[in-house]
């Protein structure tokens, strides 16, 4: 058996203690309470805790003393096991048989006492309960908290009386003075406990709400009239709410959270809601709802927002214009869901940095030209932080800033797990921002599950969605291009993220010093030209390496040669007719004078013929000439003396570099290009 660290097995020889001193210091040490005299006689024997009133014991002990004296302590209002105890200089592992049987009854005498105790406390609150009278609307509670009585009664004193009922027992009751002091009954079960109110006449919605006090209760009530469940403490909304959900399947459940300054409150009320598929909802303001009506504020508005109608006619809308809301003019769309994907080691990260950062700077007037809404981001990182850091440092220092509103991650979590979206939630609500932006990069690096998989995907989505709802921002998911050369010009996984996209975002570049970036999906306007960027090196100032260097990193700069991009995507025919191009180019092109000037068209089909290992010499035959014919008219490559040569959207990046690949037998040998890294 494994002891607790602050088990002691031996007294100190300089100060022998009795066994009763021994039980009476641990008592005190784990319940905070003297207990004068101590009996070991295997009874359970009470004590007063801090806490209890009037004759209220909630401590308790048994102990044993023949030739092994140990036993166990506790208290009820902890609602533990309690605490296990022996006395020092006792050989634990040759009595623990014996010892072991000893706290096995001691727990199981506790426990037939709390079910005895709770028993005769939840008849006594029932005779307490039918034996007083209707509590007075004029109560100073009632008062002061500006609610009426809904189902209270009143003692002799003069305190309010709430039953507790746990399952459909009463089994406790709160008593609330005047100013407010509260106490539950002595022995009382509340763990799991409500007070309902049920609904009035003409409650606004069918909503059944959860809440923590009756103020709180009261005031959500009388301004809904709805149902209001009050669970009596935040670590009870939760019980309270899988009992109504168990009893109640279908309903709408809302649970009212505490703004507690601490964040308890609105950490619970989220946990509650998550567990039984209901919302949360938290006053603006520190204070509970009933704190949020006595200052003023609409908390009718606050729990029953105007419902917004979702069949509008042409007479109604034509008077609201709607327009879209930009982050990005045209490019990221306020409140909405955008991907970025590309290949591996293209920069995909550098431009949703470039993004971000504009975004995060009011300094920033445009973002290559389109006009910017700025605000904070949120950078959710799942790798790679030290060189994100360094990028963002050295982005500002391009742009000659001190200050960017941008928070960077420096872990993952899995958005689609409750407890990975409830920590990232909470871990932006603590920074005390509202970001506009949020950036996931990779979504692989913060979804569990796979993304081939509708229902994982699902999840994902939904994750994002309430990221979004939660801060009224824009997401963009930064994801990989499919492994398969015909799938290079999609996203990774199941089609349901493009169909899920109001935006979907496609980098391509050289790996090198370029990059573009183009619009596969544009929902509600018009897709966009290309975007070309290019990388330059800046020093990331006040950064040295161990051996004293000035650290470098990599930023983009706009790179106004490329401006267009074919109007369809390329099939998998003309992809692989490119890609036939591009490699015919860098091994067999023709360059005079250290210039590029084209591929013929026979070194052309035998490439594309052997990236074809499908289909007889007539089907390869015809595949090349639709391809190359296809490209022509595209605008891709256009026919010069015999040769075929890039035009258009890739021409300057192409010819730039395709003069400088080495290849066996022609001219050009310009050592540092690595050749061409991918498809457009």
Known sequence: MKLPSDWSL?????????????????????????VESICFDGAIHRFRVDGD????????????????????FGNWKQGDRGYKWHANGIDVQANKTELEKIWRQIFKQRDEELRQRRK??????????????????????????????HGLRQTGDGRLIMPIYVGQELTSLQYIDGEGGKMFHSGGEVAGGYFRIPAGDN????????????????????ATGCEVWVALNAGNLKKVGEFVRKALPEAALCFV???????????????AAEAVSGKAIIPPELGDANDYAVRGGDLRGLLLPEKRRWITPFSRFREQPQPIRWLVK??????????????????????????????????VKTWNGRTLKHGPVVYLAGEGYLGLKQRIVGWAAKKRLEELDICLSEEARDLNTPDGLRDTVQEIRELDLRPVFIVVDTLHRFMAGDENKAVDVKTMLDACATLAREFGCAVLLVHHTGVAQDAQDR????????????????????????????????????????????????????????????????????????TEEPEKPLTPNQNTALMAYIEAAEKCGVVKDGTFCGVSKEDWREMFYSKKSDGNFETKRKAFQRGQQDLVTLGWVEAQNDLYVPVGLWAAWEKKHLAQVKRPGHEGNVPGHAGHSGTF
């Open 10 to 34: 031996e007294a100190p020889a300089s100060c022998p203690r009795s066994i009763e001193e021994q039980a009476q210091e641990a008592i005190l040490e784990k319940t905070g309470a003297a």
């Open 53 to 72: 009133h009037g004759t209220e014991k909630s401590g308790w002990y048994v102990l044993f003393d023949d030739h092994l004296p140990a036993g166990a």
């Open 491 to 562: 996203a990774r996984g199941s089609s349901a993220w493009r169909g899920a996209m109001d935006i979907e975002l496609m980098v391509r570049g050289d790996g090198m010093e370029h990059i573009m970036l183009s619009q596969t999906k544009n929902k509600d306007a018009e897709r966009q030209p290309v975007m070309g960027f290019e990388m330059v090196s800046v020093d990331v100032p006040g950064w040295f390496d161990e051996d004293g260097a000035q650290v470098v990193t990599k930023v983009l700069v706009a790179d106004e040669g490329m």
């Open 257 to 271: 959270g505490d703004n507690d300054k601490s964040g308890v409150g609105q950490r619970k009320a989220t946990e």
């Open 120 to 149: 005769l406390a939840g008849e006594t609150c029932r005779q307490i309960w039918d034996a007083a009278p209707e509590a007075d609307e004029t109560h100073p509670y009632l008062q002061r908290k500006q609610v009426r009585n």
């Open 203 to 222: 409650p606004a919605s069918a909503t059944r709400y959860i809440a923590e006090g009756y103020a709180t209760g009261a005031s959500i009530h009388e």
């Open 330 to 363: 045209n490019w990221i769309q306020a409140e909405g869901l955008h991907m970025m994907f590309g290949p591996s080691g293209v920069g995909k990260s550098f431009v949703a940095l470039d993004i971000a950062c504009s975004i995060a700077s009011e300094a």
